[in-house]
């Protein structure tokens, strides 16, 4: 079974059902597609594709995937708040996703900014990229949530990935269609519970959430930027912006979230 607008609307709460949802076969980039359309748009929507041909992640990076092995789409979101009060955005989406997998029985980890783990491997990546649309009432900004998110990893897919990816086989199967409808549907409701929250109170709301879940804990990592080390030092948590906390030999410092890579120190 594939993916279903129809199905996707009747399992949504009724805080998320204002949001369109909208179902391809296949395109170039779902977070491309919102992107194009931000002055045309009249409030959220959902974009999911079976098959993503130029799929991105952050830094330029690309996100592959198989058609029916992932599940691959965005939220476009208006928000009131400036472009400065969005930092927090990325982790407290990652909490959304942690929370709605947990109540699926999935635990999942959080990697700094925005990726979810799975025992030790990268389970989803999110990319969000924003933009203003002016109305004839007020300017507002958009935020274009892009999510990846593994079922399934093929060896040709992993051998392309070229790096260890964590899947859900708990969702492979003769039923494999109906879970990704729900999960989809599911995944909607919690994005949709903490964005209206995010909006409301900003990632103060979230802080104490994430670091629950903060898979390099207590870890030594180096902060990496094109392949230059930044910062060494213990990851502590992040505060209530969002930023990550890291014990280094000079005192705690605060990064904040960009074009940077977090890796556990050998």
Known sequence: M?????LILASLQPHARHVAIEVVQETGSTNADLLARIGQ?????????????????????????????????????????SMSELAGLPPAVGVALAETLGDWGIAVELKWPNDVQREGNKLAGILIETAAAKSAQAESIWAVIGIGLNLAVPPALANEIGRPAAGLPELAGKEAGQKRNRLLAALLNGLASTLHQFEREGFAAFAERWNTRHAHAGQMVSIIDHGKVLHEGIASGI????????????????????????????
């Open 2 to 6: 594939k993916l279903s607008d129809e």
């Open 41 to 81: 748009l009249q409030g959220p929507v959902l974009r999911a594709a079976e098959n993503q041909t130029a799929g991105r992640g952050r830094a330029g990076r690309s996100w592959l995937s198989e058609a029916g092995q992932s599940l691959t789409f965005s939220l476009a979101w208006p928000f009131g708040a």
């Open 239 to 266: 505060d209530r912006t969002g930023r990550l906390l890291l014990d280094t030999v000079h005192g705690q410092i605060a990064v904040i979230a960009g074009d940077v890579s977090l890796r556990a120190k050998e």
